[in-house]
Each structure stands twice: as C-alpha cells, then as structure tokens.
C-alpha cells in the first residue's frame, strides 16, 4: 500500500520508515527509528529526490508508482551517495530506462565505486555550484554543501516554491509516523531536540566548519520550506532549526551545566563523583546531569557533551591507562573535533593513578578546552573532602562567571 503525503501542490514525500533497524550506521541506537525521505516533484517534467535504504525499497517503490501515477520518471537528483539514501540507484536506473540521472562530478565517481552500471552520457546531467534544471514551472538551482556530511553532498534549491531540500542537514532521528511537517510534531519538546541533536553530533558534528559555510550559503536565499533527508520537513519555525544548527556547528554549548561522565570499577570513582554532584548542588547547580561510560552509548554521551558548557571527567586508571570506554569517549570526542568545554578532571589509581595526566593529555589535542580546578586524586576512595570540595567551589564558580 502507497503511504505517501503532498508537500504541496506539486509535490510529493514518497519516503519511507525504518521501525526495524537497530543500529543506524550500524553504530548508533535509535529506539525510535528513522526516515528516509524522498520527494517526488511532478511538473511537465517529474524529478524525483534522492531514494531510500535498501531495506525499505518496497514501500518506497509503491510509493513513488503512485506518485507517477502513471507518468514517466524524467530525473533522479542525488544530492547524497550514502547508501541509506541511494542504495536503490541501480534499480531506478533499471527500471525508469529513460530517467537521466542529475550529481556533481563526486556523485559520479561514487556511483562507479558502489555500482556496476554503465551509465551513458545521455542518462547523466552533471551539475556545479548555480547550475539549474527546468522542469517546466520549477526551476531547481543546485548547491554544494561538501561534507555535510559526506564530499558530494549538494542541496537543491526550487527557486519557484523557495524549497531547499537540504540533504542530511536540518535531520534528525526518528521516524514522521505520518506526520511529516513540524508543525504537526511537538519540535521544541526533549524526545525531538535529543534525537536531533544526537544525529547532528554524531553524524555530522565534526564539520562544523563545512556547516557554517552551507548555512552562510542558505542565508542567502529565500527559503519558505526546508525538507532533509531524515525526519520531518520544517515549514514554519525555520529560524529554530537553523539556529539549533549554527549553535551546534559553532561548537557554542546550549546550555551554562554540567555532565559528569565518570568510569567506576567497584563504585569508589561513582561514589565520589555522586559527592561532587551533592557539593555542586549545595552551591546552587541545577541540572546536573550523571552518566556511567560503562552504560551509556557513547553517542548519548557526545551529544550531552555538546548541549553543555561544563564537564567533568572521573576515571579510573587501568592497564596503566585510561579506563578503556572513558578512552573510547576521549577519541570519539577528538574525531568529532569536540571544542570550547571547561572541564574539570578526577582520576583514581589504587597504586599508580595515571588517567588524570592522560585525560589532560588527551584534552590538550582539542581546541578551546579549559581546565577547571586541580585534578583530584583518589586512590581507591575519596578519603577526604577538601579536594572535591574545591573542585565544586572552582567548577561553580566557572559557571557564574
Ligand atoms: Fe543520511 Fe549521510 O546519510
């Protein structure tokens, strides 16, 4: 059964839902899902926008079936090669035998390197930075948006709707569950902003610089409708979106608070971190947030880390090095070019405590992080309060600064 909605009047989302998948890049947890979004524009000409993951091609060939309604399929605008959004390239190319296939040069180059497929020159419009397709009423201009998220990346701009389809930017996990636009979805409530902020970190968060020069770009056009790739199409409240995307891509924390991430083998490290918490909140810190590398998935972790201005960094030493799930944080936050952070560090060491020098190594191969206090040393237990209590004097005193 075809499950698609109007964008308007002459366009269509034929995406698709995946309730099933685990693990989205077969790394991250999305317990509620996501969407690949695809969009059918129907003119005198029809283009459609990017396809969807293999795994829900069924759906999404009704869908677009239906959309056609019957017309030939005249265009196929990539604007992204990661297989959740083109793995079905092959098959359209295949099955619409006249459709001409619109990319940059990379695109092509990537659809060589994923697929055995000889494309004729008719069946190829390769596209650069300004350049524009007629479809009749809509003219598309298109925009490159180079590793946001990936090299090839392009946006395409309907210069007649002022619609920006805008790739992987502006997404976010989960799925639309039928309600594709914003504004039928509680946008400003924690489940979307902790999804979207989730996917923005860990899967685009290391290009922030590529990001600020595609928002730039979009600055400078009019744009009513943005419709990404993942989740819901945004046409009212854009300036949200937007502004959530240049603080994150500007390294700029959300928020003056504090995320402990802390490492704890018996529960000496837990206990002292619980103690600073108790210390911080006497000193009137609110929001403090907790988190056990040991249980929590690293991306939670990153995109807390993000949201906040102030961390602290509790660990064990082990192996004579950094517990190695706190390590495997300190390197995703090094690949994602965490930056602009005030951290404050505890290390613990039954003999010969190391993790604290090695954190503030580790720190120091990031841009903008600030060290809060003295590192506090337990070994085995916090014995005495003084240092935490210092620690909690210096880390509430950065906050109000
Ligand atoms: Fe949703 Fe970079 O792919």
């Known amino acids: 059964m075809h499950a698609t909605r109007k964008v308007n009047s002459d366009i269509i989302y034929i995406g698709a839902e995946d309730r099933r998948l685990q693990l989205f890049e077969n790394m991250f947890p999305i317990e509620r899902g996501v969407s690949y979004n695809s969009y059918l524009i129907r003119d005198e000409k029809t283009a459609l926008l990017d396809t969807v993951d293999a795994s829900v091609s069924r759906q999404f060939f009704e869908n677009l079936e239906y959309a056609l309604d019957g017309k030939k399929l005249d265009y196929m605008i ?3 090669m990661e297989p959740d959004h ?42 650069k930075e300004g350049d ?40 976010t996990f ?7 636009f914003n504004d039928e979805i509680d946008c400003h409530g924690k489940d979307f902003v902790d999804d979207a902020r989730r996917y923005y970190t860990n899967i685009v968060g290391k290009y922030g610089v590529q990001v600020q020069a595609a928002l730039k ?37 959300e928020e003056q608070a504090v995320a402990v991430l802390y490492s704890s083998v018996y529960g000496n490290t837990e206990s002292a971190v619980t103690a600073l918490a108790m210390k911080l909140a006497d000193r009137g810190v609110k929001g403090i947030q907790i988190y056990d590398v040991s249980k929590t998935d690293v991306s939670v972790m990153i995109a807390e880390i993000f949201r906040v201005s102030h961390l602290v960094i509790a660990a064990t030493t082990y192996n004579n090095n950094i517990f190695p799930k706190m390590n495997n ?9 965490v930056q ?33 206090g003295e ?23 950065s906050l109000v600064e």
């Not at 180059?109 to 390769?126: C, D, G, L, N, T």
């Not at 944080?329 to 070019?337: G, I, R, T, V």
């Not at 190391?354 to 120091?364: N, T, V």
């Not at 005495?384 to 909690?392: E, M, P, S, W, Y």
């Open 78 to 80: 990539i604007n992204h």
């Open 86 to 127: 083109c793995s079905v390239i092959d098959e359209i190319f295949f099955r619409y035998p006249e459709v001409v296939l619109v990319g940059n040069m990379k695109t092509f180059q990537m659809i060589a390197q994923f697929y055995s497929i000889a494309i004729p020159e008719e069946r190829k419009y390769v596209v």
């Open 132 to 171: 524009t397709l007629s479809l009749g009423k809509h003219e598309l201009m298109f925009v490159m948006a180079p590793m946001v998220h990936w090299p090839e990346v392009m946006m395409t701009y309907d210069t007649s709707d002022k619609i920006l389809f805008s790739a992987d930017a502006f997404g």
């Open 174 to 180: 989960g799925t639309n569950n039928g309600n594709i």
């Open 217 to 253: 770009k979009a600055a400078g056009i009019e744009i009513n409708m943005l419709c990404p790739l993942h989740g819901p199409i945004w046409r009212t409240e854009l300036p949200f979106i937007i502004g959530l995307y240049d603080k994150w891509s500007r390294y700029e924390a």
């Open 329 to 337: 944080l300190l390197e995703d936050m090094k690949a994602l070019s």
């Open 340 to 372: 602009n952070k005030k951290v404050a560090v505890i290390e613990n060491g039954t003999w010969a405590p190391q993790s604290g020098k090695l954190i503030r190594q580790a720190l120091e191969e990031m841009k903008g992080m600030e060290l809060i």
């Open 375 to 397: 590192t506090v040393t337990l070994k085995s237990t916090a014995k005495k309060t003084a240092d935490l209590d210092a620690l909690a004097d210096a880390i509430a005193a």
